[in-house]
Nanobody
Framework: QVQLRESGGGLVQAGGSLRLSCVIS????????MGWFRQAPGKEREFVAT????????YYADSVKGRFTISRDKFKNTMYLQMNSLRPEDTAVYYC???????????????????WGQGTQVTVSS
């Protein structure tokens, strides 16, 4: 079983930065796609960014393009989300997700991922 664990959330002022981490453990595959999603109160879970583990291709939601950067460290089995120029509307619980690489790219739908972390809260104050 693949296990994902996020960390790095917190409270930050608008314009500030945070870096989220997602550690992958348990059963691993030769290649997988990983993503970040977020869910604000009363809203549906929405796609933020995705990365292909082998090759490092990335794709972003328009709302975070130019402000957020997704990356991974293969040796540490860890994915990151560097979030800069944070806005109050970025406030949400952030989840990491993983799925075995297939023909679909980019994976932007939550139902395209089978493995999820428990989430980490990010709060941006104005």
């Amino acid at each position: 079983q693949v296990q994902l664990r996020e960390s790095g959330g917190g409270l930050v002022q608008a314009g500030g930065s945070l870096r989220l981490s997602c550690v992958i453990s348990g059963r691993t595959f030769s290649n997988y796609d990983m993503g970040w999603f977020r869910q604000a109160p009363g809203k549906e879970r929405e796609f933020v960014a995705t990365i292909r583990w082998t090759g490092g291709s990335t794709y972003y939601a328009d709302s975070v393009k130019g402000r957020f950067t997704i990356s991974r460290d293969k040796f540490k089995n860890t994915m990151y989300l560097q979030m800069n120029s944070l806005r109050p509307e970025d406030t949400a619980v952030y989840y990491c997700a993983a799925e075995v690489t297939g023909s679909t790219w980019p994976r932007v739908g939550q139902y395209e991922y089978n493995y999820w972390g428990q989430g980490t809260q990010v709060t941006v104050s104005s």
